[in-house]
T-cell receptor, first 112, second 112 residues
Framework: DVKVTQSSRYLVKRTGEKVFLECVQD?????MFWYRQDPGLGLRLIYF???????EKGDIPEGYSVSREKKERFSLILESASTNQTSMYLC???FGGGYGYTFGSGTRLTVV | KNEVEQSPQNLTAQEGEFITINCSYS?????LHWLQQHPGGGIVSLFM???GKKKHGRLIATINIQEKHSSLHITASHPRDSAVYIC??????????????FGQGTILTVHP
């Protein structure tokens, strides 16, 4: 069964901490995405990557960075966590052109 | 940037009813996903379609690219269909890399 696996289901971090969210896919997908989902705001794209070491900003990249050193792994980094980054974070991957779109189960991050 | 409008925002039905969720978008797209999210759960792509109609079990999705409109139908609805349904057009263009834009979602509740 094909999968996008996110390293943590729930995470609690303190303000100012550096936070790493990891995502691994086993489908040989070219594209990987990080979204956040907030009540009333829906899903918003933070960053995406269309190839190893390639990345592009999405709609809300401020306060975040990403890393893709291997095709199967895409990491989201919160450089200095703040309370307004408390959210559900969803990783997704797809083939080029959007085929085979698959989401991870999400990481609910709380910053206190 | 695509504008995506879904209707209705909330939908309550009795088991067995026929359900329709509508999605309109304002700019050109290459395809469109219908996504399903159960409470506390991850997101699953039900359909990706670029023309015509697709059917999977009791679910039917249609799209009219020229009219910029798509619909998701559920026949013989069941309480396990209760979920949030999200329309997600796939950005057109060679550099889109499979980026999705999301509607706000339709919260469906099916009562036994």
């Amino acid at each position: 069964d094909v999968k996008v696996t996110q390293s943590s289901r729930y995470l609690v971090k303190r303000t100012g901490e550096k936070v790493f969210l990891e995502c691994v896919q086993d489908m040989d997908h070219e594209n990987m995405f990080w979204y956040r989902q907030d009540p009333g705001l829906g899903l918003r794209l933070i960053y995406f990557s269309y190839d190893v070491k390639m990345k592009e900003k999405g709609d809300i990249p401020e306060g975040y960075s990403v890393s893709r050193e291997k095709k199967e792994r895409f990491s989201l980094i919160l450089e200095s966590a703040s309370t307004n980054q408390t959210s559900m974070y969803l990783c997704a991957s797809s083939f080029g052109g959007g085929y085979g779109y698959t989401f991870g189960s999400g990481t609910r991050l709380t910053v206190v | 940037k695509n504008e995506v409008e879904q209707s209705p925002q909330n939908l309550t039905a009795q088991e067995g009813e026929f359900i329709t969720i509508n999605c309109s978008y304002s700019v050109g797209i290459s395809a469109l996903h219908w996504l399903q999210q159960h409470p506390g759960g991850g997101i699953v792509s039900l359909f990706m379609l670029s023309s015509g109609k697709k059917k999977h079990g009791r679910l039917i999705a249609t799209i009219n690219i020229q009219e910029k409109h798509s619909s998701l139908h559920i026949t013989a609805s069941h309480p396990r269909d209760s979920a949030v349904y999200i329309c997600a057009p796939l950005n057109a263009g060679g550099t889109s890399y499979g980026k999705l834009t999301f509607g706000q979602g339709t919260i469906l509740t099916v009562h036994p």
